[in-house]
T-cell receptor
Framework: GAVVSQHPSWVICKSGTSVKIECRSL??????MFWYRQFPKQSLMLMAT?????????EQGVEKDKFLINHASLTLSTLTVTSAHPEDSSFYIC???????????FGPGTRLTVL | QQQVKQSPQSLIVQKGGISIINCAYE??????FPWYQQFPGKGPALLIA?????SEKKEGRFTISFNKSAKQFSLHIMDSQPGDSATYFC????????????FGGGTRLMVKP
């Protein structure tokens, strides 16, 4: 139980295009989902917290208009990187709050490469 | 106030040895302390977690020791195996911060055969 999936697992795109990453909780409902960014050999950096049916809360320094988050249902959150540039290349990971409201379960991550 | 400091940054242990990773925090509002294991190119996986009302929790070869007065907690991996080679992250959560996790910097563990 408590499986979180992400799609796609990797994506390569051209500079200036937009990329959508999906995060799904497969066997549980998640009121809250989190989006992280991770650079090589570094820790996870929280980008935003999303709650179903409401606007996402972004961490300081994260551009809301560049990283669009939509938490449309209790099992799906999407992150859209708009007008992607090479500096947006990174490993993006989502997580979802478990049924106990405490444990965060992480997805497998999405490797984004912007050429 | 929100930082979690993790050490060492990297660790090399012989097979069968004990791996010890330490974390320290400042925020006394933290009430949940999980450890995550991450393999290259994968998302973090929950390994074991503890709450501050318990001083120790053991699951198989993995043990968390928690010292509330010192605001420190540590992960011990007994009988370390090459398959344990991964990056380990400690984290802390405060329920008055929207269940947000604050992560340590990570420890890259290598277990030599």
């Amino acid at each position: 139980g408590a499986v979180v999936s992400q799609h796609p697992s990797w994506v390569i795109c051209k500079s200036g295009t937009s990329v959508k990453i999906e995060c799904r909780s497969l066997d549980f409902q998640a009121t809250t989902m989190f989006w992280y960014r991770q650079f090589p050999k570094q820790s996870l950096m929280l980008m935003a917290t999303s709650n179903e049916g409401s606007k996402a809360t972004y961490e300081q320094g994260v551009e809301k208009d560049k990283f669009l988050i939509n938490h449309a249902s209790l099992t799906l959150s999407t992150l859209t990187v708009t007008s992607a540039h090479p500096e947006d290349s990174s490993f993006y990971i989502c997580s979802a709050d478990g049924l106990d409201g405490t444990t965060q379960y992480f997805g497998p991550g999405t490797r984004l490469t912007v050429l | 106030q929100q930082q979690v400091k993790q050490s060492p940054q990297s660790l090399i242990v012989q097979k069968g040895g004990i791996s010890i990773i330490n974390c320290a925090y400042e925020n006394t509002a933290f009430d949940y302390f999980p450890w995550y294991q991450q393999f290259p190119g994968k998302g973090p996986a929950l390994l074991i977690a503890i709450r501050p009302d318990v001083s120790e929790k053991k699951e198989g070869r993995f043990t968390i020791s928690f010292n509330k007065s010192a605001k420190q907690f540590s992960l011990h991996i007994m009988d370390s195996q090459p398959g344990d080679s991964a990056t380990y992250f400690c984290a802390a959560r405060s329920n008055n911060a929207g269940n947000m996790l604050t992560f340590g910097g990570g420890t890259r563990l290598m277990v030599k055969p």
